[in-house]
């Protein structure tokens, strides 16, 4: 078992609407969460990081997280051709320090007009 | 704020080459920074952590001899391929953080071995 999964897409969304991206992850002592956008050839940028299940929004952007599932979200509303990437979800187990995240391999958006 | 500089951001280089790649927390203090790997289609692989001051911690798979990190401080990190052979051309990325921050990421390396 992978221990941050997503589905690979790609998920292909109208303009305009609201994109949902999904990740599980493994390790139940998983503290922080984090959504990653990165473009083809670029390197990944922070979106949303969430650590308290619930929501979180940041203006067309709502990340979900649910512990006691073990699943955490990213939804993007009014979608645009713009937010065409790929998405990774990271998680990262605190342990006093900085500590490393677990990448999930990224699910492709396509925004289509 | 949270920028992270990268460079080079391209290396086109003769085999048996030693290439230096320089990352740089330009507006905050980066107790770690991490190096990550990322071959085409695929997700980012993490290589090493490097803590400011102290020797990286190696990922599994990791030749610590032919990735030589250095971070000599809270500013800096530099990561070195001895020796680069064709099957080392990769995007590489660096990664910097404060305590526990999120991590912030550079622009990338994309380097090349003829």
């Known amino acids: 078992q992978k221990e941050v999964e997503q589905n690979s897409g790609p998920l292909s969304v109208p303009e305009g609407a609201i994109a949902s991206l999904n990740c599980t992850y493994s390790d139940r002592g998983s503290q922080s969460f984090f959504w990653y956008r990165q473009y083809s050839g670029k390197s990944p940028e922070l979106i949303m990081f969430i650590y308290s299940n619930g929501d979180k929004e940041d203006g067309r952007f709502t990340a979900q997280l649910n512990k006691a599932s073990q699943y955490v979200s990213l939804l993007i509303r009014d979608s645009q051709p713009s937010d065409s990437a790929t998405y990774l979800c990271?998680?990262?187990?605190?342990?006093?320090?900085?500590?490393?995240?677990?990448f999930g391999t990224g699910t492709r958006l396509q925004v289509t007009l | 704020g949270a920028v992270v500089s990268q460079h080079p951001s391209r290396v086109i280089c003769k085999s048996g080459t030693s290439v230096k790649i320089e990352c740089r927390s330009l507006?905050?203090?980066?107790?770690?920074m991490f190096w990550y790997r990322q071959f085409p289609k695929q997700s980012l692989m993490l290589m090493a952590t490097s803590n400011e001051g102290s020797k990286a911690t190696y990922e599994q798979g990791v030749e610590k001899d032919k990735f030589l990190i250095n971070h000599a401080s809270l500013t800096l990190s530099t990561l070195t391929v001895t020796s680069a052979h064709p099957e080392d051309s990769s995007f590489y990325i660096c990664?910097?953080?404060?305590?526990?921050?999120?991590?912030?990421f550079g622009d990338g390396t994309r380097l090349s071995i003829l």
């Open positions: 507006d905050f203090q980066a107790t770690t």
């Open positions: 990271a998680v990262r187990v605190n342990t006093g320090t900085a500590s490393k995240l677990t």
């Open positions: 990664s910097a953080s404060q305590r526990n921050q999120p991590q912030h």
